[in-house]
């Protein structure tokens, strides 16, 4: 089961998630371990292995970790 970086916004302490990606893409809301706040947020960090079909969009100012965010993330950076 993959694991996730999650940062929670209320007490700022980092945590790692175990969920299956069914469970991730629900959009469930990820509670703090620490202070229980669902105040929290993905850390996206570069994925070990990353396809080079991705194809970074050299605009991207992600494109430097690796892969473009491209919408998933709602940075706005993906394909026109
Ligand atoms: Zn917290």
């Known amino acids: 089961m993959p694991a996730y970086d999650y940062r929670c916004q209320t007490c700022s302490s980092e945590f790692e998630v175990q969920m299956s990606i069914p469970h991730k893409e629900s959009g469930q809301a990820v509670s703090c371990p620490t202070c229980e706040s669902t105040a929290t947020k993905h850390l996206y960090r570069p994925a070990a292995m ?31």
């Open 50 to 80: 990353v396809s080079q079909s991705r194809n970074p969009d050299p605009h991207c100012r992600h494109a430097m970790t690796g892969s473009c965010c491209a919408a998933a993330s709602g940075c706005g950076c993906g394909p026109v």
